[in-house]
C-alpha cells in the first residue's frame, strides 16, 4: 500500500488545519494508522494513531486536546484535525501504517511522503 499525505500549509498561531492520508488500497482491520511530525533539526515524534477497525485512539500528551485523528474506512483515509496550532507544531507531518499499537517510528512498516505544517507566531 502506497500513502498519500496532504493538508499543510502556512497558518497562523491559533489557526486550524485538517491532514489527510489516502491509501492506495484497501487498510485491513488489524492495522494502525499514525500521524509523526519532525521538526527541523529534531527527531522524529509520535503525534496521534488510530486503530483502524475499532477506532480506538491515542495521542502524544503535547497535542491532547488539540489535535484530533480519525478515519474513514470507506475512502482508506486517515486526517488529522488540527486546532489551536502554535509554532511548535511545526514541522513535516507523516502518516504511517503499522500492525501493533504503537508509538515508536520504527515499528510503523509504510510511510507516506509527508506535509510541511509551518505556524507562524
Known amino acids: 500500500v502506497q500513502l498519500q499525505a496532504s493538508g499543510g500549509g502556512l497558518v497562523q498561531a491559533g489557526d486550524s488545519l485538517r491532514l489527510s492520508c489516502a491509501a492506495s488500497?484497501?487498510?485491513?482491520?488489524?492495522?494502525?494508522m499514525g500521524w509523526f511530525r519532525q521538526a527541523p533539526g529534531k527527531e522524529r515524534e509520535f503525534v496521534a494513531r488510530?486503530?483502524?477497525?475499532?477506532?480506538?485512539?491515542y495521542y502524544s500528551d503535547s497535542v491532547k486536546g488539540r489535535f484530533t485523528i480519525s478515519r474513514s474506512t470507506a475512502e482508506n483515509t486517515v486526517y488529522l484535525q488540527m486546532n489551536g496550532l502554535k509554532p511548535e507544531d511545526t514541522g513535516i507531518y507523516y502518516c504511517a501504517r503499522a500492525t501493533v499499537a504503537t508509538t515508536t517510528a520504527g515499528e510503523y512498516n509504510t510511510w507516506g511522503q509527508g506535509t510541511l505544517v509551518t505556524v507562524s507566531s
Open positions: 488500497r484497501r487498510i485491513f482491520s488489524s492495522a494502525v
Open positions: 488510530i486503530r483502524w477497525g475499532a477506532g480506538t485512539t
